[in-house]
């Protein structure tokens, strides 16, 4: 089966040229041309991969970002971000927002299959969660909920395994308060309870995991990030 890719384009001749060449080139296609139904349609219709424009009416190409990386049924779909400049574009990259790469506008069209394919092609392990996870002398066993530090097993409650797992399997990506709110809280949590909760978790898993607890790093006025090597 090839890969369905969601289109997010609000320019109709861009929206065009890039829905005929990857239907071109036998991927199955979604177009919208707006931002507020894309989160939703994600959710829906699962697509391998998210072409998201950066500017779009409704909800921009950022915001889109976030609700997708911060839902657990979209969280691990790959975005290219369609933007117009590349200062946006490493601005973008820098938020650590989850876009895992870029096209420039304007682009060829060889230049964005190239990084399409790219794209897919890294993100196809990914596709099956890992149930383990090792690094150093943590351990994390996910279809147990259970976490060792030097074989030791560490007791944690389930938020903080969670907030863990979010942490563990970020791939060293930055993850604001809020992602980690929308991952571990959920999404309806993370308009009402405050961001600070997230540092208190924080705190007392650093704590519990003793030795392995410093891979927790903050980013200061942003968030988190957890040092995989
Ligand atoms: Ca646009």
Same mark, same amino acid.
């Given at each position: 089966m090839e890969a369905k890719i969601l289109v997010v384009e609000d320019e109709k001749d861009i929206a065009r040229m890039i829905d005929y060449n990857l239907k071109k080139?036998?991927?199955?296609t979604i177009l919208l041309h707006d931002g507020s139904y894309a989160a939703m349609t994600a959710g829906k219709e699962r697509p391998d991969l998210i072409l998201l424009d950066l500017m779009l009416p409704g909800l921009d190409g950022l915001d889109v970002c976030r609700r997708l990386k911060a839902d657990a049924k979209t969280s !691990?779909?790959?975005?290219i971000m369609l933007t117009a400049k590349s200062e946006?574009? /490493?601005k973008i990259l820098g938020l650590g927002l989850g876009a895992d790469d870029y @096209?420039?506008?304007p682009f060829s069209v060889k230049e964005l299959l190239a990084r399409v394919q790219a794209v897919l092609r890294r993100a196809r392990p990914a596709t099956v969660p890992a149930d383990k996870f090792k690094v150093g002398t943590l351990?994390? /066993?996910i279809s147990k909920v259970e976490a060792r530090v030097k074989g030791t097993a @560490?007791?944690?409650t389930s938020k903080e395994f969670e907030l863990l797992k979010a942490l563990a399997f970020s791939d060293g990506r930055v993850l604001s308060r809020e992602d980690l709110l929308g991952k571990v809280w959920g999404m309806d949590a993370a308009l009402e309870v405050e961001t600070r909760t997230v540092d208190v978790h924080v705190?007392?898993?650093r704590k519990k995991l003793k030795s392995e607890?410093? !891979?927790i790093i903050t980013v200061k006025n942003y968030g988190y990030r957890f040092e995989g090597q």
């Open positions: 080139e036998g991927y199955r !691990r779909i790959p975005i946006e574009s /490493d @096209v420039t506008k351990e994390l /066993d @560490v007791e944690l705190g007392t898993l607890g410093k !891979r």
